[in-house]
């Protein structure tokens, strides 16, 4: 499976962006897709996930703000993020989950909220 992210980018506090993240390759084979994020000296910490029953989780800190979606074919998975802050600031990360349980991860995009 080959993930490809986009959709990062700089935006002032209280802005929105939206993520996009296409897998190719194996996609009959994924049964989750989620976002994750890794800030400056932090640990990569989960954002959302969906699976293919349309089951969703979010993390704690992007309750509310953030809303995770995917395309009909579960070939694409969106991250809507609004009432950004400068603390959502990071490196959001796509990672799929397949029936083997193994994991892939894209190449990261980069969300820079300014204060």
């Known amino acids: 499976v080959q993930l490809q992210a986009s959709g990062g980018g700089l935006v002032q506090t209280g802005g929105s962006l939206r993520l996009s993240c296409t897998s190719s390759g194996s996609i009959d084979s994924i049964n989750e897709m989620g976002w994750y994020r890794q800030a400056p000296g932090k640990q990569r910490e989960l954002v959302a996930t969906?699976?293919?029953?349309?089951?969703?989780k979010y993390g704690d800190s992007v309750k509310g703000r953030f809303t995770i979606s995917s395309d009909n074919a579960f070939t694409t998975v969106y991250l809507r993020m609004t009432s950004l802050k400068p603390e959502d600031t990071a490196v959001y990360y796509c990672?799929?989950?397949?029936?083997?349980?193994?994991?892939?991860w894209g190449q990261g995009t980069l969300v820079t909220v300014s204060s």
């Open positions: 990672k799929v989950v397949v029936v083997t349980n193994a994991n892939y």
């Open positions: 969906i699976t293919t029953g349309g089951v969703t």
